[in-house]
């Protein structure tokens, strides 16, 4: 319990919330990085997966393709830009690493959410007489949204974790946080930190699940 009671102090100083190494300043930081990476990996993702899997053609190629970044580790990606011309680009290398990392869940989910859809449901809106565009908009895109949203949610739940790694490479972030516990051996400052990136985490996937239940009720209306 004593490293549990250390932590809980390490959170509770005011000292370690202000400031530029403070919480504040990284929990901004590790916002940003996290969320424009997610913005820019759905931007890319989910339209070609929700396309295809209109279509029903090329899916399974572009899946294979995109979880190739599942096999690369964010980190060698991150060393690589360290030592290119990108390496004075600010956070530009964290986020391209992130969103190789989080492309994969969106782009799968979408694909298999469109696909999952009821066949007989698309037969029946088809005999309606609706164009592509609006048994698309009206329901695929409806019926497939819970699965969808599930890769949406494992996307940032893996995005905020994983960009603590930046701080590896010199970047901010709530990363920092737990380095510098480790350059100084306080094992309270290192634990606090993955306890902020957790809580993070947690937030983040709260939300989420809130947007979800919301845009299901409105959807109902």
Wanted: net charge positive.
């Amino acid at each position: 319990m004593g490293i549990v009671t250390d932590a809980w102090g390490w959170l509770t100083t005011g000292a370690h919330w202000t400031g530029e190494e403070g919480v504040g300043q990284r929990l901004a930081e590790h916002v940003y990085v996290s969320g424009a990476a997610l913005l820019i990996a759905g931007a890319l993702a989910l339209p070609l997966g929700l396309w295809l899997g209109h279509l029903g053609r090329g899916g399974t190629l572009a899946v294979n393709v995109s979880n190739v970044g599942r096999a690369i580790p964010v980190f060698a990606v991150l060393a690589l830009f360290m030592v290119s011309p990108l390496r004075n680009a600010g956070y530009v290398p964290t986020v391209v690493a992130l969103v190789l990392f989080a492309i994969p869940p969106l782009l799968t989910n979408a694909y298999v959410g469109m696909r999952e859809v009821d066949r007989a449901a698309v037969r029946a809106a088809r005999g309606m007489g609706m164009t592509g565009g609006q048994l698309f908009r009206r329901v695929e895109l409806p019926l497939a949204r819970p699965v969808v949203m599930t890769g949406v949610r494992s996307a940032a739940v893996q995005v905020v974790a994983t960009a603590t790694v930046a701080a590896m490479v010199g970047q901010g972030g709530l990363g920092r946080i737990i380095t510098a516990g480790f350059a100084r051996y306080d094992t309270a400052q290192v634990v606090a930190g993955a306890v902020l990136v957790a809580l993070l985490a947690l937030l983040v996937e709260g939300v989420l699940v809130g947007a979800e239940r919301l845009f299901g009720r409105l959807a109902r209306l």
